[in-house]
């Protein structure tokens, strides 16, 4: 036995390592995506004024029910006391965003005035990656009608990758965001590249206090201020 044993001819060291690496190599093919480094969104890195952005949206239901393009234009304004980004469209009412965290604190009436205000802003939490999950609760009031109503959202940040939409190729985060009203956003975001939607869609459930309702809308063109 033992003399038979002595005859197998040794295995070469470069022929073990090659074995070795092809082993390895086979369990890392093995893996799942979550075992790879996941890039991190550090924070919301804003547009420069004067940046014009256009949409292409779809609604239904409680969203109304039309087809349409609508531009943003990117500028700067003064919330109480400290500089803010303030987004104006013809379409929609004007957004007023936290010039450091990106976060929505405001939507205006034509005139400028408060029309509904978010306290803390509605916006992601940073830094993130995949595989994150967290849940914020925010004041909501409505100006109008001086009502105020709390909110809660749950965050889900679901997926990174390559997103190509008519205004170009974009490094993109899958965010799915959840409210205690009912509502739910699927949402392509590029941080880095100061774009809060790449792409989306918005369903409301029937239970939502405004019914039930999609959105569908992706950045068809996009133009950087200077």
Not at 7 to 12: D, E, G, L, S
Not at 42 to 56: D, I, N
Not at 116 to 132: A, I, M, N, Q, S
Not at 185 to 206: C, H, I, L, N
Request: aromatic residues 8%; glycine residues 8%; positive net charge.
């Amino acid at each position: 036995m033992f003399e038979r044993m002595s005859k197998v001819a040794p295995v070469p060291v470069s022929a073990m390592s090659a074995i070795t690496a092809a082993a390895l190599m086979a369990v890392v093919a093995g893996l799942p995506d979550a075992a790879c480094a996941q890039p991190l969104a550090q924070k919301f890195v804003e547009s420069p004024a004067g940046t014009v952005s256009v949409f292409q949206r779809k609604t239904s239901g409680s969203f109304g029910n039309q087809e349409d393009r609508v531009t943003y234009n990117h500028g700067r304004t003064t919330w109480r006391g400290k500089p803010a980004v303030l987004i104006e469209s013809p379409q929609v009412p004007a957004q007023v965003h936290d010039l450091e965290t990106g976060a929505q604190i405001a939507s205006l009436t034509r005139d400028g005035k408060p029309a509904v205000t978010y306290e803390p802003g509605l916006g992601y939490r940073y830094p993130f990656k995949v595989g994150d999950a967290w849940s914020s609760t925010h004041q909501v009031t409505n100006h109008a009608s001086g009502k105020t109503t709390p909110i809660t959202v749950n965050y889900k940040v679901e997926a990174y990758d390559s997103i190509t939409v008519p205004a170009g190729k974009f490094n993109a985060y899958l965010v799915v965001a959840t409210d205690s009203l009912g509502e739910t956003q699927r949402v392509w975001t590029a941080p880095a590249d100061g774009v809060r939607v790449v792409k989306r869609t918005v369903e409301r459930a029937a239970s939502h206090p405004q019914g039930a309702g999609r959105v569908e809308g992706e950045m068809v063109a996009r133009t950087l201020g200077k």
